[in-house]
């Protein structure tokens, strides 16, 4: 249980900050931070990040690891691939890292603690911190990177297809090549 009388912790702290207790956590990347990655990402379209990446969880501190649980919550605009038009995406996802302290491999030699595939640690993304400070931010930039699409398209904000969105001509100047298609279509439909 979270303490009421604590003040959340940043995306950035001490180990120490933990103490003994879960902790929660809030914060924001700043859309430029965003921007580093997300920009150039579908070529000349690209990312843009239009509002901060905002993250609320909890942390604990697990022997000498950290266990974050958050949700991050990011408006990235965008060009549709299909018709340009632009468009913004709103993730709102879940995560959970486990951060472990670099070199802690070393405190098991005989690797008596195994994760399995069934174990739930090992569903959680690992990241590895130098045991002092925890730093959120590049790990939240990174789950917004996974967050999206490679190829994205007004179905991928809308839910609809590019010709069903009002404003969006559904059938675009055809390349004289494929007008003939074009013509069965239209006598087929």
């Given at each position: 249980?979270?303490?009421?009388?604590?003040?959340?912790?940043?995306?950035?702290?001490?180990?120490?900050e933990l103490g003994d207790e879960t902790r929660e956590i809030r914060g924001e990347v700043a859309p430029a931070v965003l921007e580093e990655v997300v920009k150039g990402m579908v070529g000349e379209l690209g990312y843009r990040a239009e509002t901060p990446a905002r993250v609320e969880g909890t942390a604990y501190a697990a022997g000498h690891d950290v266990m974050i649980q958050a949700h991050v919550t990011?408006?990235?605009?965008?060009?549709?691939?299909?018709?340009?038009?632009?468009?913004?995406?709103?993730?709102?996802?879940?995560?959970?890292?486990?951060?472990?302290?670099?070199?802690?491999?070393?405190?098991?030699?005989?690797?008596?603690?195994?994760?399995?595939a069934g174990d739930d640690a090992a569903d959680d993304e690992t990241v590895p911190f130098d045991g002092e400070t925890v730093d959120l931010a590049p790990v939240v930039r990174e789950?917004?990177?996974?967050?999206?699409?490679?190829?994205?398209?007004?179905?991928?904000?809308?839910?609809?297809?590019?010709?069903?969105?009002?404003?969006?001509?559904?059938?675009?100047?055809?390349?004289?090549r494929w007008a003939p298609l074009l013509d069965l279509k239209k006598k087929l439909s």
């Open positions: 249980m979270v303490p009421r009388s604590m003040k959340p912790l940043g995306l950035k702290f001490t180990f120490d990011a408006a990235i605009g965008f060009d549709c691939v299909r018709c340009l038009t632009a468009r913004t995406l709103n993730l709102d996802f879940d995560v959970r890292h486990l951060l472990v302290k670099r070199g802690a491999t070393d405190a098991f030699p005989d690797d008596d603690v195994v994760l399995e789950d917004v990177l996974l967050e999206l699409p490679m190829n994205p398209t007004c179905e991928n904000a809308t839910g609809k297809a590019c010709g069903d969105l009002p404003g969006v001509d559904p059938q675009p100047d055809v390349d004289p």
